[in-house]
């Protein structure tokens, strides 16, 4: 595994400041575990999961299908149910308070790369 992606719930692409059900946008970000390169590939556009009338199951796996292919995400804060539907799909995430750089760091050296 050379390379990884990542999804950060991000506004501006410095630093996570998103909740997983209010994020209607997502920085995508390869990392490589060789040269220990981080860079953002994409911005995704997703549904918000949060509504006024709850949340929706239907929305939720909408939304996991998108960020399907990262393997961590990034959030300021995440319900424990989602928790455990990301972890389903293979997902790991990740409540984190600080810059995106310091979630590639984050992935760095859990991977011990």
């Known amino acids: 595994m050379s390379k ?3 999804a950060l719930a991000s506004s501006d692409g410095k630093f996570i400041d998103k909740h997983f059900g209010k994020a209607e946008s997502w920085r995508i970000a390869e990392l490589n575990t060789q040269t220990k390169e981080y860079r953002e590939i994409e911005i995704r556009q997703t549904p918000k999961l949060c509504q006024e009338n709850g949340h929706s ?9 998108i960020l399907s292919d990262c393997k961590y995400v990034f959030v300021l ?3 424990i149910w989602i928790v455990s539907e990301l972890k389903s799909k293979g997902i790991k995430p990740v409540e984190f308070f ?14 011990k790369v």
């Open 4 to 6: 990884i992606k990542i």
């Open 57 to 65: 199951a239907q929305t939720l796996a909408e939304l996991i299908k």
């Open 77 to 79: 804060k995440i319900g």
């Open 98 to 111: 600080g810059s995106t750089q310091n979630a590639a760091d984050f992935v760095f050296k859990e991977l």
